[in-house]
């Protein structure tokens, strides 16, 4: 399953603050696409926010809502007031954390994490615990936290890769220990070293039941998993197919537009260049079947084929454009070819036909 954070982590990109609409436009966006749960945001943190997480509720979405909470009762109670199903208390637990920036002891932690799941239970929310900072933080503590909330009876228990630094296969293992406990497990990873998706494949291989992302892959400093690549891999790799794949593209403009943060030209699924085709080879054989060189075809993901035209098109890409226009010259196709080896500039289709009727009158 695919929880999307954009509306939680991905807010916590710096200049992005997403108004009670944004929030809106972006959830139903979201639960379009059908991912299972969304994390609507931290209602604590404004009154904007608790706003936004409210108007998301009264939409009736698909997707399970869950709001982020600190292990305060006065975080739970606006979550209950906000009125989401679903609650995601964390706190760190590692021993660095509990003595330097908490100073407390662990066992005062295990209290406070006792009294917040409790609390928020008992007034009928379900809980999905975090021990923020996961993967550096001391197995021994892991255990006593874990066996604390099966015993409270936690919906599900998150590992959060919170600075990015787990190495796959060290997360594979973290992921096994957590799943051993019974409880059903979340991943979050985060995109510091370019591991993301490689962690959040290797927890799945592992036994985790949901994976965290965000649209565009934003959040704090490099963000996290990406939305459409995990929706991709799941698909194709793991035969996934309940997600709208056809709909990823325009969320990915959508939340582009709302941040003002676009995607690098080569980003997989999203990006200007992803189902663009240039050198001559590749060409000769996408214009007979798509298949040679895209893993799934451009229309899965509501986006268009490019056959780019510069020095490196053959000639396969200079009739694949004249023939859309009509213009069927073999003597036409050489001459041009040769104009377009010849210079630095790249050509659209419109100009190599008007260049084409050019050279036959």
Known sequence: MILDSTLREGEQTPGVNFSPEDRLRIGIALDEVGVDFIEAGHPAVSDEIFEGVRLLVNQGLNANLLAHSRALKSDIDLVLKAETPWIGIFLCVSDNCLRRRFGITLEMAMERIEEAVTYAKDHGLRVRFTPEDTTRTEW????????????????????????????????????????????????????????????????????????????????????????????????????????????????????????????????????????????????????RDPSFYEFLPAETFGRERVIYVDRFAGRDTIRFHLRRFGIEDEGVVEALLRKVKSSRRPFTPEALAEEARRMMT
């Open 140 to 287: 021994e503590n892991l255990k006593a936290v874990l066996s604390l909330v099966r015993e409270l009876r936690v919906d599900r228990v998150s590992i959060a890769d919170t600075t990015g630094s787990a190495h796959p296969l060290e997360f594979y293992d973290l992921v096994k220990r957590f799943v051993d406990f019974g409880i059903p497990v979340n991943v979050h990873c985060h995109n510091d070293l370019g591991l993301a998706l490689a962690n959040a494949l290797m927890a799945i291989e592992a036994g985790a039941s949901l994976v965290d992302a965000t649209v565009n892959g934003i959040g704090e400093r490099s963000g996290i998993v990406d939305l459409a690549q995990l929706a991709a891999v799941l698909t194709y790799h793991y035969g996934v197919r309940k997600y709208r794949l056809e709909k990823l593209y325009s969320l990915s403009r959508l939340v582009s537009e709302i941040t003002g943060i676009g995607v690098q030209d080569n980003s997989p699924i999203v990006g200007r260049n992803a189902f663009t085709h240039k050198a001559g080879l590749h060409v000769s054989a996408v214009v």
